[in-house]
């Protein structure tokens, strides 16, 4: 799975951190998540589509 977090994530300014505390996981979740070696849950996909303002399908690309 391969996912748009770092990049969109850099458009609004934010560290994985601030993207943590906002859909409420570990910075270590985020890291992981963009490193595409985590499946979030249909919720959490959800929370951190939401904060980037944009959607799942344009979030992760599962190949």
Known sequence: ??????????????????????????????????KGKYNPSLKLAHDVAKVLKTTIDELFIFD
């Open 1 to 34: 799975m391969k996912t748009k977090i770092k990049e969109l994530r850099a458009r609004y300014n934010l560290t994985q951190e601030d993207l943590a505390k906002k859909v409420g996981v570990r910075r270590e979740t985020i890291v992981f998540l963009e």
